[in-house]
């Protein structure tokens, strides 16, 4: 009896595969076909997590697109550079496997840095659904990111992967103080978590809403610095660490109302001061 000899399907041109209905792969006429040797080479899929199954004597792979993007800054410093199936993103922590893709709105965007690309801008108008940036033992730990340029980065906070719904842009322990000078749009009301109170997460780009009224709220023991003319319009809470205001237009807590729930909300316009806990401050600047 003869061994089969090894071969190889190609399923797909990079990032086409089809996340909807499963490929055939061999069809055993009966006979239920073993997983034994069956590999995917992850280069131009790296977006994707293969799962087999064996279904009425057929041997299929499906594809469900992966939810957490790494970034590498392997090809450069720019969010949207993507050619010849690579771009700046891994689907795994480590950043060996390369996406091949740009962050889409379902894209939990987790910003570990594996290179000294540490200023980033985006190249095109972003929409993603979260925004991480890691802490001790990575080198975002100890190196701060600067995320600028025009285009704007719209940030979704819907439940995705491992996600929970209203997480917008989180600081781990143990992270560097890190800027954010692109413009900024609230796809949905959202927290931005700064963790630890020795860390500061500033947001010198304008926030919008697209006039949909979403909230932001500050948590986390860290600080927030809010330093844009902000438009957003659902409010603003702070339920922990504290929120600098520090605008030198418009208003730099859109155009709601600011509830201090816990901690402290400081002004620092022209000088600095430190509002009491618990109290809504109804006046903006």
Sequence with gaps: MREPSASTTNLLTP???DT?????????????PSLAGVTVDSNGVGAYVP???TVDGALEVSFASSSNLYWTGSQS????TAAGGFSNFSTDAAGTDNSGITPTSGSNVILR????????????????NSLEFTGAGTTAGSNSVTIGGTNTLTIN???????AAGTGITIDTGSANHTISAPVALGASQAWTVTDVTNTLTVSGNVSDGGAKYT?????????????SNTYGGGTAVNAGTLEVSNSAGSATGSGSVAVNMGDIKRCRHYCAIIDRRRNCGDRR
């Excluded at 909807?20 to 239920?32: H, K």
């Excluded at 932001?216 to 330093?227: F, I, R, Y």
């Design 113 to 128: 840095q594996y290179s000294d690309q540490h200023e980033h801008s985006l190249g095109a108008n972003t929409t993603i």
């Design 15 to 17: 990032n086409t595969l």
């Design 51 to 53: 799962t087999y199954s």
């Design 157 to 163: 906070a819907a439940a995705v992967g491992n996600v």
């Design 77 to 80: 410093s720019t969010w949207s």
């Design 216 to 228: 932001l709220t500050k948590a986390g023991a860290g600080a927030l610095v809010l330093s844009g």
């Design 20 to 32: 909807t209905t499963p490929y055939l792969l061999i069809y055993g006429a009966g006979n239920t």
